[in-house]
């Protein structure tokens, strides 16, 4: 059905937009920008900041673009004299209620409403300061989020993104009036609720009411500690999104001056999560596999299928809240970040000679809930914390300023060896569908003996921003140890976003689905949508960073984890074979049920 | 199964499991119970497949939904401008004369909590005072002492 078009006038500017289209959108498409803080292009229109206000013609009040659909005749003005006004005085009214110590916040410099406030030129104490003393109580009490109620302008994106994209509520609006604020149940702190860590609400916040609790001091002094080897790991959606941070445009592919700026930043050794990811899909690939057999030949009724991924830590903590009943169909495979710092403080530690203790393993990642992953008591299997630092993309960028390295003039240079080799199947890992198109490529393979039947090893139906997708691939002519799976119809689904993921549960727990494998990630558009990534986000900026990740893989030699050299070499001399008896002291893991209520 | 656990089941039941039960069940709690407790709040959310924070959303978004305890007998002095230029201060001075409570407590034996509300749409017979549903008109602190004295024989003081 195709729509109406409506005609109207913007700045005195004829335009022609279809039926139900905001104003905003419509002054958009003339090039007139309209300032908005609750607005986001991820969520629902709430409309209750108001700077977006613009004068109509013939209305008593001003309208809220980002909440008023365009209708036939109208006239629009985005720039009079009373606009100008009323949203100054919107903007000193929000920073009456705010706390605008704006040099000693985390946010300072990239705060929307600071931008907003400088650019509109507010006056000094127009108002009164109505800040409560009791709101500068920050909660910390979460390893991976911060949330400031002062700093909060109740615009609620943070609720909406917690309830509309992950389906979680761990925030909503409480009270009302001036009593109105952002808050868990009964004001439990955020570690105590049921919160997935995921950062979604960080990615969003226009102010510094919610940021990832940061560890940069931590990493320096660590850095500045002769007595400290200090290894970094970087995940594969950092290195598509961290020049946006940077002053490049999103879609930049900034690999080779990320080990660069690692190296000079004082790292002594530049390794990549990578690795563990070519290593994850061998585990897991095996591990499915061998659920697989036992379901088919023994028959076995209790094997826990369909086998889910668990390599996204918020999805990991919000199966554990919401469907702890299908605990056991998650891999029990460790995420790459918690392979790596157990490997890097046993295998690698060994072959350096250097001792475990005085090993810092850094992580940077796209993430907020890694920094609840490191913490996690079952992620100490190296006799020491695996991981001792997680860091997200956006705070390496703090660091790479702070060094006051010049970051568009730094040579490529190649990760350290071992641990630092990797293939293109472990890059995608950073988008989602990348986790199942790795375990496909490298599964298919193992059976048949033949390469995965998609031109160019790219698995298509896996890929792209559709919430749920499915697939069915075929297994034909397989090798005779693995004929148990001839002809079989291998069915797999993959979701992003925790909306999605409760979907395809509720699904799965009805008896409705079936599928063999599936693939979640906590983040719309999987990592490269993380918590941790640069802000700001939005569907078009993550189609550039997923577009990043299949250029870098389709740039890779190898693309198929099984080839990864350095991975064969680690079976050979230390884990033996894949889910051997050191693979899952090391590598693999067990979940907790948590409450829901 | 506790109490409350029953109390919500119950409610449910009556009002349905969607999203907009979640009022009337809120509702139909604070009559039986006074106050929506920690538990009780969860309960519901359970039942109704909602977030906790939600629910607690809910409840503190409106004044008569409580999540403090509260007294048997809910007593409400409207403080909006009509009713305080009427004389609601002596009111609320003599209601806590009696009951030995300031505005927000609650007695010890928990049959009174005493508080204010905003306008109650009684402006032209103020001042006014509510007793959990009962609206009372055209108080004096005489009156109101006579009305708190009423309920506290009725519930066998």
Redesign the interface.
């Known amino acids: 059905m195709s729509k109406y078009l409506v005609n109207l006038k913007i700045n005195n500017i004829p335009v022609s937009v279809e039926e139900g289209t905001s104003i905003l959108e419509a002054a958009k498409k003339l090039n007139f920008s309209i300032p908005t803080l609750c607005n986001h292009p991820d969520l629902t229109v709430a409309g209750n900041c108001r700077v977006c206000v613009v004068e109509v013609k013939g209305a008593k009040l001003l309208a809220a673009a980002c909440a008023t659909p365009v209708s036939e005749g109208m006239d629009v003005s985005t720039n009079s004299q009373k606009v100008r006004t009323s949203r100054k005085h919107i903007i000193e009214l929000l920073l009456a209620e705010h706390n605008s110590d704006c040099t000693k916040c985390f946010k300072n410099g990239h705060c929307e409403l600071q931008d907003l406030s400088s650019e509109y030129r507010v006056g000094d104490h127009v108002f009164l300061d109505l800040v409560k003393p009791k709101d500068k109580i920050q909660d910390i009490s979460s390893p991976s989020i911060v949330k400031d109620d002062s700093k909060c302008i109740r615009c609620q994106r943070c609720v909406r993104t917690c309830?509309e994209l992950q389906s979680?509520?761990?925030?909503?609006?409480?009270?009302?009036g001036d009593q109105q604020k952002i808050?868990?149940?009964?004001s439990k702190s955020l570690h105590d609720?049921?919160c997935t860590n995921c950062g979604q609400c960080i990615n969003r916040c226009p102010t510094g009411a919610l940021t990832e609790h940061n560890y940069i001091e931590e990493v320096w002094n660590a850095l500045y500690n002769p007595n400290k080897f200090v290894v970094v790991q970087t995940a594969p959606a950092v290195r598509v999104a961290l020049a946006e941070d940077l002053g490049f445009e999103p879609g930049m592919r900034v690999t080779g001056k990320l080990v660069s700026v690692l190296k000079k930043i004082g790292f002594n050794k530049v390794l990549d999560t990578n690795f563990t990811a070519d290593l994850t899909i061998i585990e897991e690939g095996t591990e499915l596999l061998k659920r697989l057999k036992k379901a088919l030949v023994d028959k076995d009724e209790n094997v826990a299928l369909p086998m889910m991924t668990s390599c996204s830590p918020g999805w990991i903590k919000f199966q554990e809240h919401l469907f702890p009943s299908l605990l056991n169909n998650l891999s029990t495979c460790k995420s790459p970040q918690q392979m790596f710092g157990a490997l890097a403080k046993t295998y690698y530690a060994d072959k350096i000679n250097v001792k475990a203790q005085d090993m810092v393993v850094v992580s940077i990642m796209p993430c907020t809930a890694k920094k609840f992953e490191a913490g996690r008591p079952e992620m100490r299997d190296s006799g020491y914390q695996d991981v001792d630092y997680v860091l997200t993309t956006r705070e390496l960028a703090m660091m790479v300023k702070q060094a006051g390295i010049d970051f568009h003039k730094l040579e490529d240079e190649q990760y350290d060896s071992i641990l630092g080799e990797s293939t293109g199947a472990a890059v995608i890992f950073g988008a989602t569908g990348g986790v199942m198109e790795a375990a496909l490529r490298t599964v298919y393979e193992i059976v048949t003996g033949r390469e995965v039947p998609f031109t160019n090893l790219n698995i298509i139906p896996v890929r792209g921003m559709e919430g749920v997708k499915e697939a069915t691939i075929k297994i034909k002519n397989v090798k005779p140890e693995w004929s148990f799976l001839e002809g079989v119809n291998l069915n797999v689904a993959v979701a992003h976003g925790l909306v999605n993921a409760k979907l395809l549960m509720e699904k799965v727990k009805s008896g409705e689905a079936n599928y063999h494998f599936i693939e979640i990630m906590g983040c719309p558009g999987g990592c490269l949508g993380g918590g941790g990534q640069p802000i700001p986000t939005s569907p078009e900026i993550r189609k550039k960073r997923a577009e990043a990740i299949y250029a870098e893989d389709a740039s890779m030699t190898l693309r198929k984890s099984h080839e990864n050299p350095e991975v064969t070499e680690i079976y050979k001399e230390f884990l033996g074979e894949a889910n051997s008896h050191k693979a899952h002291d090391l590598l693999h893991t067990h979940y907790k049920v948590r409450k829901?209520? | 199964m506790s109490k409350i656990d029953l109390l919500v089941k119950g409610l449910v039941e009556q009002h349905g499991k969607t999203r907009n039960s979640l009022m009337p069940v809120l509702q139909g709690l604070v009559q039986q119970e006074r106050f929506l407790s920690e538990e009780a709040m969860l309960v519901v959310a359970r039942e109704l497949d909602l977030a906790a924070a939600e629910v607690y959303g809910t409840a503190s978004f409106y004044t008569f939904l409580d999540t403090v305890p509260r007294g048997k007998n809910i007593v409400r002095v409207c403080k909006t401008i009509t009713c305080h230029m009427k004389g609601k201060e002596d009111i609320v001075n003599a209601i806590e004369n009696t009951l030995k409570i300031r505005t927000g407590e609650t007695t010890h034996d928990k049959k009174f909590t005493l508080l204010t509300a905003n306008c109650l749409g009684w402006c032209h017979k103020g001042p006014v005072m509510l007793v959990n549903d009962e609206i009372y008109p055209d108080l004096t602190p005489q009156k109101a002492i006579e009305i708190i004295e009423e309920y506290a024989t009725l519930n066998g003081h």
């Open positions: 309830t979680v509520s761990a925030l909503a609006v409480i009270n009302k808050s868990t149940f009964l609720v049921v829901r209520y």
